[in-house]
């Protein structure tokens, strides 16, 4: 908190030494790391009335800063203000959503390279807004993470899967194997296998029935207390697949030792193949790799035939996207793919 010196320039240079001294190169085991800030400024008064607003605007203010681009610094307005205030607001209905179970849950069919089987069904969480109608994960899952709501919304996922997969199963259908998504909130928590294990019992359904997506930045974390918990999930019977690589941070140590049997090509490079030589050349590393370690690829966001064909000549072995189906609420999944009659 600065208390004097509160005129704008001033404030402007306070902050750009703070930005200087935390960006200065910091020695960690042999590597140099630097990092950056996003800084947010708010007034008392002037532009709120309460500390509780000060740190509500500052943390606004520093939203909007990480927007523009991170590392650097904002100041508050009364633009930022309408959207602290409604995403204040989104917060609370989410909380509310996940508390009250009305999350959604829609399922995207992955297909055999021949793109007539389904091998199995990614879960996407959704959610069905009173007034601002369906949002995707984009539009809410940046309001769970910072809102710390991120643990409870994948359990309420996990829990509606379950839900599902009983339905079906009561009618006499067995779905293929589920791709749930795990968050790095979710994969760093050593009760998660116990609480998956409890949930399916609940439910009645065997933990080798579901798979689970964990993304490239998601397994940076304490490479032992990680390992522990994914060889716990693989034991239960579930498998593991990394998503959306080639986006992140990769270790490919961490890819070889971690219990993954699965990877996921990240939508960016399918979308310009066949005609972009880069995208081409990393897409055929990545499935290169794959068969190197012994996992098998999905190619995610595949649209177009010539899509289609260039993967499965380069023997990619599962293909997912809007060429096949869109991601489907429950029921018109079952009446598209899975009627009995
Ligand atoms: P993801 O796990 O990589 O999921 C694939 C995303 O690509 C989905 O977006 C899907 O609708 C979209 N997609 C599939 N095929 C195509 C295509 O042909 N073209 C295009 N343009 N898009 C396609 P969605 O449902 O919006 O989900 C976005 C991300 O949100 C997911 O990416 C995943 O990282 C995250 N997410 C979704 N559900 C959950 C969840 O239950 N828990 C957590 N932690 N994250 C989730
Ligand atoms: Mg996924
Ligand atoms: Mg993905």
Partial sequence: IVRNHTMRDSLELTASRIRQEISKPIRLTGHSITVGASLGICHLPGDCDTTEDLFRGAEAAMYNAKQRGRDQACFFDSNIQITARSRFALENELRAAIKNRTLDVF????????????????????????????????????????????????QCVLRRVCENWQQAHSQGITLPEISVNLAAEQVSVPELPGLIRETCRQYDVPVSALHFEVTEDSIQGDFNALTDILEELVADGSSLAIDDFGTGYSSLSRLKTLPFSRIKIDRSFISHLPDDEDDCAITLSIIGLARGLGLSVVAEGVETEAHEQWLVQQGCDYLQGYRYSRPLPFDALMEQYFTTS
């Fill in 107 to 154: 399922y995207q069919p992955i297909v055999n390279a021949n793109g007539l089987n389904i091998e199995s069904l990614e879960a996407l969480v959704r959610w069905h807004h009173p007034h601002r109608g369906w949002l995707s994960p984009i539009e809410f899952l940046g309001i769970a993470r910072s809102g710390g709501l991120i643990y409870t919304l994948g």
